[in-house]
Nanobody
């Protein structure tokens, strides 16, 4: 199984923005949904956002209006645009395709760290 490659994390001050990228080879051609998660230190991994094959996006309540998911199908890459970042957004961010096709089974990737200072 391959793993997605996540990048774009960094350290920003509250109110700043970051754009995360998630490259997962074949996930569009295999009709996979894409799910973003995050995990703060000492806490469980939580669901952040989903993008399904119909283009429908969903977000956890705490990021609605601030985070936006988009996709570049030609690159098999999704993006998580994060604006108006808050210290509570600090954590390791992961992406993982999901779906019924065998091509949707990916290992967990290494994630990318986002740190927001107040």
């Amino acid at each position: 199984q391959v793993q997605p490659v996540t990048s774009g994390g960094g350290s920003v001050q509250a109110g700043g923005s970051l754009r995360l990228s998630c490259a997962a080879p074949g996930f569009t051609s295999n009709n996979c949904d894409m799910v973003w998660y995050r995990q703060a230190a000492g806490k469980q991994r939580e669901w952040v956002s989903s993008l399904d094959t119909a283009g429908v996006t969903m977000y956890v309540e705490s990021v609605k209006g601030r985070f936006t998911v988009s996709i570049d199908e030609a690159k098999d890459t999704t993006y998580l645009q994060m604006n108006s970042l808050e210290p509570e957004d600090t954590g390791m961010y992961f992406c993982k395709p999901t779906g019924v096709s065998d091509g949707c089974f990916f290992r967990w990737g290494q994630g990318t760290q986002v740190t927001v200072s107040s």
